[in-house]
């Protein structure tokens, strides 16, 4: 079975996923668990070139969203396929929403043409399941207002960013209304038990079914 986690940035998504694979493998399953950008040798580099802050002006957003599907395409072929063939869970922080709602929404990159080259690099694999972890980009901001983790600097670039934040949570929507039975909407405002046990359930009910079409 094939899991997402998606979000907007400071959805907390990454601490959940921890702890739902952590919790899983305690159950018996085979889980195994990675993230976009990277996840790979190959796709690990991709994301320090992604991520280099010299980099940031100069990246065309062409160049950024063949940079972001060329880690998806190693990741799929050598990580993702290779376990579930073997009949594992694999559990990855964002997948190919991530290039519809950021690049599409966020940047107007066409759909049309990021479903193709999304389709070419992930050989057409999409998750059984992605679980959306649901805040708003100003909730989040505020969240990390209040936690003061960041100096003003990172606030006010914070600031700057929250109108592309809005698209990009837009476009979660537009996607999880298009194809409700994949997506599980679940709170991120709650405390990080609250969150941890909806995680679990959503995780354990699909498990369930998916078994069951299995038998
Ligand atoms: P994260 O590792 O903290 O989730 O950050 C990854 C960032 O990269 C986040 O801002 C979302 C962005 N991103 C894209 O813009 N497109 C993509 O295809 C992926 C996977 C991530």
Redo the contacts with the bound molecule.
Sequence with gaps: MFISFEGV?GSG??SQIQYAAAALRAEGYDVLLT???GGTPVGDEIRAVLFDSKNSQDIHPHTELLL?CASRAQLVAEVIRPHLAKGGIVIS??FAD??LV??GYGRGLALDALRHIIDFATGGLWPDLTIFLDITPEEALERRRRASLFGDEFNRLDDMALEFHRRVYRGYETLIAAEPQRWHRISATGTQEEVKASVLEVLRQALVVKRASHE
């Design positions: 940035d998504k990454t993230r976009e950008p972001f922080d964002r991530s290039t950021y690049q």
